[in-house]
């Protein structure tokens, strides 16, 4: 699913218009990156944990060449799903 698509879902669920929702949109995304350029988390009930995380550097190799190389340290985004969430995936057929 796109952002067009989440944005026409979310005006039919919700009955506001589609510029509505995609404001509304814009401003929920616009919270979450403020949270997390700021390494606080978000948690969303039933759904689940956005949150950063610091990745230390580390030895990588090249696949092609073989070479070893140094990969830096990083800011991760890392989201934990919530609990009822991780029950309601269990249901769906594999």
Not at 16 to 36: C, F, N, P, W, Y
Not at 42 to 52: A, M, P
């Amino acid at each position: 699913m796109n952002a067009a698509e989440l944005i026409k879902t979310l005006a039919n669920k919700t009955r506001l218009s589609q510029a509505e929702v995609g404001k509304r949109l814009d401003a929920l995304t616009a919270i979450v990156t403020d949270e997390l350029l700021n390494e606080r988390s978000v948690s969303l009930t039933d759904f689940g944990v956005l949150e950063t995380s610091k990745r230390d550097e580390k030895i990588g190799i090249n696949p092609t060449t073989g070479k070893k190389i140094l990969v830096p340290p990083r800011i991760v985004i890392k989201f934990r799903p919530s609990k009822s969430l991780k029950e309601r995936l269990k249901t769906l057929p594999l």
